[in-house]
């Protein structure tokens, strides 16, 4: 039986890596120094700190009021360096979770995609690679530029979107992802019930959000999955099952 894990890590790689980059963390670097017209030398020593780099500066700016909290995630750049090492599996493969998201599509024939919180594109990247619809809503503008640069020269077509500045259409999407966002945002109920009503019903919701205190991520709000089971029947949404961490939610009512 092949590995879940060798399979995921296939499939992300292959939606990730440009011809001629077998690497992928020296595939994804060289695309970020591409995009920014600087060494590929000092872009892989930001992507190597840039946890670190965040980390420091949320201590920095210390947000607290929901309003702050968004204007952080709306600034900077760090996200481009931090997003692409954690993609280029470089330390771990926490990054293959994204890659269940393209399985429940799959399995449960999803054409239209909404990654909130998608960042620089790759989930978005790896679901337009196997036919899916997408649209990615991002708040922070350098990463929205980012990915539309990316999808451009793939030849990929994606729809792009402010969560902030626009309303999400309602009941339109098969397949909505939120993939390590929700713990970054103080109400985390409230953008669970905002994403179920972009769901069709029947649709397909797959979450994951960090259960442990991460040193190096003080953005992290809060780490209890009971937080999201106790706000599901409000968002009336139902838990399918749970795969490799990430949860399998459907909108409408669950079985008995």
Known sequence: MADPAAQRR???AEALA???HPDLAESLVAELADYLGAPPEEVAERCRHGAAAL?????A?????????????RQGDDYLF??????ALAEDDSALVQVVALEQAQAHGCRRALDFGSGIGALGLLLARHGLEVTLAEVNPALQDYARWRFARRGLAATF????AEPLPAASYDL?????????????????????AA???GGVMVVHAPDQPDPLRPMHLWHEPERLYAALPAAGLWLERAVAGALVLRRGVGPR
Not at 177 to 196: C, G, K
């Open 10 to 12: 296939a499939l992300w």
């Open 18 to 20: 440009l011809p001629g």
């Open 55 to 59: 980390a420091a500066a949320w201590s």
């Open 61 to 73: 700016s210390a947000p607290s009021r929901p309003e702050e909290v968004a204007g952080f995630y």
């Open 82 to 87: 931090e997003l692409s090492w954690w993609h």
């Open 161 to 164: 979107l402010d969560p902030d």
């Open 176 to 196: 909505v992802t939120a993939i390590d966002v929700l713990e970054h945002l103080p109400d985390p109920e409230a953008a669970l019930a905002r994403l179920a």
């Open 199 to 201: 769901l069709r019903p």
